[in-house]
């Protein structure tokens, strides 16, 4: 299934393409200079696989939460080529794309994942491997770092993302019941794929004027701490 994924959610931001002949990524900075690099990346990485835009069948995009200009990036690079070619579109929580990455790097089969927020908050939510799928489990928060709690009693888990580097004295006690700390780990468009191709096969696709960023955070509210 040849799928197209952008992933903009944090520092880095990146672009993934699968194909017959594999996965290819592509990453790129600076949020506010993405939208012509991720469309350069695409260009390049459609162009290496001899493929035309017409021939996806499908496009991701990191639909947050995180960065509120790299979100707004992604979604409209996403929306505009979705539109332009009535492909498929499927956003996908990048909590979950983090999740994915995060479990598969430890071999564990649960991750606390949290994201630095900024603004003294953080991103939050636990996922765990069921029956070789990761989901997210209860809800995406938005909190103080001092509220994050770690996971009920279970299976071994790990601790992911840049709000354990960001505010680690806060969530020293948390990650202290990891059995490992991925601190600096960021989501992956290469880990939007996993959920993308499930939400395709179900018809679970959205209309690209309805595929919008999910912030957690209203704008008014990015606006004053920026």
Known sequence: MNLLAFETSSRVGSVALETRSGLHVREVAAPREQTGRLLALTDELLSAAGIELEALRGIAFGRGPGSFTGLRVSAAVAQGLAAATGVPLAPVSSLLALAERA???????????????????????????????????????????????APPAGPAWCAAGTGFAAHAAALAGVASGAAEVLQNLEPSAADLLPQAKRDLAAGRVTPPKSALPVYLRDETAWRRGS
């Open 103 to 149: 479990l598969r790097e430890s071999g564990l089969e649960r991750a606390l994942v949290c994201v630095d927020a900024h603004m003294g908050e953080v991103y939050s939510a636990l996922a765990e491997r069921r029956g070789g799928v990761v989901e997210i489990v209860g809800a995406e928060r938005l909190s103080a770092p001092a509220d994050l709690a």
